[in-house]
């Protein structure tokens, strides 16, 4: 068994781990209760396929711009990451009188809509007449004017939710914006004249209808040739039980410096480890970069388990979590005859945060984003 550490912490969004159980500035303080009832929501989303993937570099190349030093940087004076990759987790949210499908995005946290279809103003909405303008990691945009109104996500309805009604927006393709849930840090710089903009899990728990700004998220993991499933439910404001079973295993979260830390994304598709331990990995498994594709491949499905250890917790995947289902072969665009690994080489720490577990992680496991712990866990799916 190949085996990864990823120190005491992981982080999540943008948010690196710290080896060490650290809070971060602004990103730490405990709150207690809410003013109503507190109440957990679950909402389905699904996953949208844009029907193939043009390019496996591309996907490759979009997923790791997310977190490119250049981008990290850029976050310190608030832009926020976000993509659009082939495959989106997508929730279908009310803005005013509309529903748009918006990509969840736990890596990045301004809400806007537009990208499809435009945002009309109904007697709800209040033009703030300010500007908003994000420039993702993967080079995509958005910006125009920053609205509030009423907003309503499985069946929760918030008042008064800021989001950007987008005038301009490229690099998005069949989702209508995206639906914030990292952490208010990385709002900042995205409106014109205030330093950051409550989220929408911010407004859930200021207007009292969660009582804990946690985010618990479920995907069934994919199977055969379906790769677009009604698959995942978002729980607001706590965790499912029904969808995982023993006990959470968590790990701190900062949102300090992001080298040697790992990243927890539901924005990124593939799973992404240092350089070395994809080294060992294609070494201890037998198996070479398949330098078309750019993905591990093997010419026999892999005999054993991938490992990530996290807060001292070994979460593994067996070889067919870890590769692409031979049935969705013609949607990736891969030739038969291979298999090809879902664990990726995610470079070296000098290019910015190389150890990212996304959707191919994220839908083996029971994932928790906690906000007002500022930790991150994970279960053994249900
Ligand atoms: C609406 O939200 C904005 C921040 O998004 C805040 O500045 C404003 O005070 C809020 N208005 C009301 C009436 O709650």
Known sequence: MVRLTC???LLFLVCVVSARPQCAKGFCMVTEGGTSTPAVHSVPFYKKFSGK?????????????????DTVAARAVGEAPGTNNDFSYVAATKVGTQT???????????????AETRYTPGSTAVNTGKRFSVIYGDESTASGTEYTDTVVIGGLTIRNQSFGDATRSSGFNGVDGIIGFGPVDLTQGTVSGVTTVPTVMNNLFSQGTIS????????????????????GELT?????????????TWAPTTTASPYNRAVVDTGTTLIYIPTAAYNSFLTASGGHTD??????????????NFAFTIGGVSFSLTPSQFTVPTAQYADWGLPSGKFYGLIANGGTVAAGVNFILGQKFLENYYSVFDTTDSRVGFATGA
């Open 53 to 69: 993937v043009k390019s496996i570099k591309t996907l490759l190349a979009r997923d790791l711009a997310r977190y490119k030093v």
């Open 7 to 9: 120190g005491s912490a």
């Open 291 to 304: 330098h078309a594709a750019g993905l591990a491949s093997w010419t026999a499905l892999p005999t054993h």
């Open 212 to 231: 804990t700004q946690v985010l618990g998220i479920s995907f069934a993991p994919e199977s055969g040739s379906d790769n677009d499933d009604t698959n």
């Open 100 to 114: 748009f499908e918006l990509l969840v995005d736990t890596g990045s946290s301004l809400t806007w809509v537009g």
């Open 236 to 248: 607001l404001g706590g965790t499912d039980p029904t969808k995982y079973s023993g006990s959470i």
